[in-house]
């Protein structure tokens, strides 16, 4: 089984999981339907590797919650709740997530996220909405606003994630959340 623990974001939950070890390695189940309910099924997954010094993100979706689980290596998630009318609108909050400690990460759309990997991750997330293109948005990783700390100086990044947009800019022209 699972245990749920809150995060200092409302919705953003941490799924800490159970290893079952034995003499071969060790079994882990990383997602089950009826740990998460009142949340929609989970219709794709995906594979994400990053070398070390990455960051990826900060990344929002109107439409689309994550279900984040590393597989090897370590990340640190900074996170951003860009919901109006949310218990923690504005509110910003980091996770350490790392293989050698099982747990997943639940992150609701609208919710700002993104992670800082120094030893390198490969990291599978699933999602409740098929990848479209048309659901893709971002803010700046370094808006001082955020008050994320990722413990980085000088991380190799993507051209969409060096031009992605202030805190401010965001909230002056912000898409729409159905």
Request: net charge negative.
């Amino acid at each position: 089984m699972a245990e749920l623990l809150d995060t200092d974001i409302h919705g953003v939950t941490l799924v800490a999981l159970t290893r079952h070890p034995d003499d071969r390695g060790s079994m882990t189940e990383i997602y089950r339907r009826e740990w998460l309910p009142g949340e929609r099924e989970m219709v794709q997954a995906n594979l994400s590797r990053s070398r070390p010094n990455v960051l990826r993100g900060l990344h929002f979706h109107r439409r689309q919650a994550d279900y984040w689980c590393v597989l090897d290596g370590a990340a640190r998630v900074g996170l951003f709740d860009l919901r109006g009318g949310s218990p923690t609108e504005g509110v910003s909050s980091f996770v350490d997530l790392t293989a050698d400690d099982p747990r997943c990460l639940l992150i609701p759309r609208g919710v700002a996220h993104g992670f800082y990997t120094r030893p390198g991750i490969l990291l599978q997330y699933l999602v409740d909405e098929a990848y479209s293109g048309s659901d893709e948005f971002g803010v700046a990783w370094d808006d001082p606003d955020l008050g994320i700390d990722w413990g980085a100086a000088d991380p190799i990044l993507s051209e969409r994630d060096r031009s992605n947009p202030s805190l401010a800019d965001v909230r002056r022209n912000p898409p729409p959340f159905p």
